[in-house]
């Protein structure tokens, strides 16, 4: 069974940081992109970044470009988040996201196959 486990949200200033943490169990960690979502209250759960399975290619949404770093530990089978010079908008709850095996760092919620509950991020102004 895999599971997708999402850690790290909480209350943050604008302008700080914050680091997700999402680790999977139940595959092959180091076979599976990894995908960050998001969805703020009122709104559809939209792209945030994506990392493939291998040689760390990566996709970012072009609201986080720049800010946000996402990265992946296959030794502990972990995925992480940087969120940097955070802003009001980003509040949402973050959800990570396992993609097929050996797929690249798609943009699409459809090439995600497991997903955790979430995470929530609030940042205040």
């Known amino acids: 069974q895999v599971q997708v486990v999402e850690s790290g949200g909480g209350l943050v200033q604008a302008g700080g940081s914050l680091r997700l943490s999402c680790a999977v169990s139940g595959r092959t960690f180091s076979d599976y992109p990894v995908g960050w979502f998001r969805q703020a209250p009122g709104k559809e759960r939209e792209f945030v970044a994506a990392i493939s399975w291998s040689h760390g290619i990566t996709n970012y949404a072009n609201s986080v470009k720049g800010r946000f770093t996402i990265s992946r530990d296959n030794a502990k089978a972990t995925a992480y988040l940087q969120m940097n010079t955070v802003k009001p908008e980003d509040t949402a709850v973050y959800y990570c996201?396992?993609?097929?095996?050996?797929?690249?760092?798609?943009?699409?919620?459809?090439?995600?196959?497991?997903w955790g509950q979430g995470t929530q991020v609030t940042v205040s102004s």
């Open positions: 996201a396992l993609g097929g095996p050996f797929g690249g760092a798609s943009l699409s919620q459809g090439q995600y196959r497991y």
